[in-house]
Nanobody, 118 residues
Framework: QVLLRESGGGLVQAGGSLTLSCSAS??????VGWFRQAPGKEREFVAT????????MYADSVKGRFTISRDNAKNTVDLQMTSLKPEDTGTYYC?????????????WGQGTQVTVST
């Protein structure tokens, strides 16, 4: 089973930027997605990418602001977040799998907290 680890979370002001990173051994041959969960809400899809770098999809709420990318030589998948809004606040998880639904994912990281202040 893939053991995923997220990093890069933190506190940022609205309008700012943050880059999250997901790492794991053999991530270079793993499809990956990012999800987030705000307090009291369901975990929701953010972005996903196939191990080839193709098949990129975004949630409508982040399209044009977030970019998912991968470096297979380093076994990392990044989520670059710009123009952050308070509603982007939550715990961000990377997961092994692909698609918009949680059922398409087989393993999850522990999450990293992102807080966007007004």
């Amino acid at each position: 089973q893939v053991l995923l680890r997220e990093s890069g979370g933190g506190l940022v002001q609205a309008g700012g930027s943050l880059t999250l990173s997901c790492s794991a051994s053999k991530l270079n041959i793993t499809n990956v997605g990012w999800f987030r969960q705000a307090p009291g809400k369901e975990r929701e899809f953010v972005a996903t990418v196939l191990w080839t770098g193709e098949g990129i999809m975004y949630a409508d709420s982040v399209k044009g602001r977030f970019t998912i990318s991968r470096d297979n030589a380093k076994n990392t998948v990044d989520l670059q977040m710009t123009s952050l809004k308070p509603e982007d606040t939550g715990t961000y998880y990377c997961a092994a799998g692909w698609g918009r639904y949680r059922t398409g994912y087989q393993a999850w990281g522990q999450g990293t907290q992102v807080t966007v202040s007004t």
